[in-house]
C-alpha cells in the first residue's frame, strides 16, 4: 500500500509523480525538530518507500499479464 500523498502512476505509462512530502511522522507530529538535514534524509527515505511500492505493483501486474497471455484464450 503506498503511503497518503506518496506517488501516483496512471494505469498505463511510465510516468511515476511524487508530491506532497513533508518531514511529518505517522502520529503527525514533525520529524526532527529543527534539524533541516534530518528532516531531508526522512523526505527521501520516504519517496524511495513510495517509489518502491509503485515498482511492486507495476511487477505484480505484469506477472499477471503474462500468466494471462501464457494461459491463452
Known amino acids: 500500500m503506498l ?3 506518496g506517488a501516483a502512476r496512471r494505469r498505463r505509462g ?3 509523480t511524487v508530491a506532497g512530502q513533508v518531514a ?3 502520529d503527525a507530529g514533525i520529524h526532527a ?3 533541516p538535514d ?3 534524509v ?4 520516504s519517496m524511495r518507500e ?3 511500492g509503485v515498482v511492486e505493483i507495476a511487477r505484480r501486474c505484469l ?3 503474462r500468466r494471462a497471455r501464457r494461459s491463452g484464450p
Open 14 to 16: 511510465r510516468l511515476v
Open 63 to 65: 506477472g499477471t499479464i
Open 33 to 35: 525538530p529543527g534539524d
Open 50 to 52: 513510495a517509489l518502491l
Open 38 to 40: 534530518g528532516q531531508a
Open 3 to 5: 503511503p497518503v500523498a
Open 42 to 45: 526522512y523526505v527521501f527515505a
Open 24 to 26: 511529518c511522522n505517522p
